[in-house]
């Protein structure tokens, strides 16, 4: 049974910084963060080859946002710098072992493939 539990959402100014925690309990290859703003579709944000510790990164997250796995605690961190209001949306952990892999996953096809996981999304919201 998969289980994909996120916390650390808030409200932040910006400039300002979260960590998002995604606890899972899965076997599959791939965890990644995904966002989806209101009116907007849902995108991938950062991904982790879980074990491996390759890192993905949409081009919107570069340079500010950090993913990164805690294997000890089966957790998936997003840390997140330099926050910008175009950052506010609900934030989904997912989780996946997509045949065309994790960085495709995450950068172009993840959000819609029907066969990820979900957490229930934490909300991140940055005012200017």
């Known amino acids: 049974q998969v289980q994909l539990v996120e916390s650390g959402g808030g409200s932040v100014q910006a400039g300002g910084s979260l960590r998002l925690s995604c606890e899972f309990k899965t076997h599959s290859n791939c965890i990644g963060w995904f966002r989806q703003a209101p009116g907007k579709e849902r995108e991938g944000v950062a991904g982790?080859?879980?074990?491996?510790?390759?890192?993905y990164y949409a081009d919107s997250a570069k340079g500010r946002f950090t993913i990164s796995e805690d294997s000890g605690k089966n957790t998936v961190y997003l840390q997140m710098n330099s926050l910008k209001p175009e950052d506010t949306a609900m934030y989904y952990c997912a989780a996946n072992s997509p045949h065309y892999g994790c960085m495709d996953w995450v950068r172009t096809k993840g959000a819609a493939d029907e066969l990820n996981f979900w957490g229930q999304g934490t909300q991140v919201t940055v005012s200017s």
């Open positions: 982790i080859y879980l074990g491996l510790g390759f890192t």
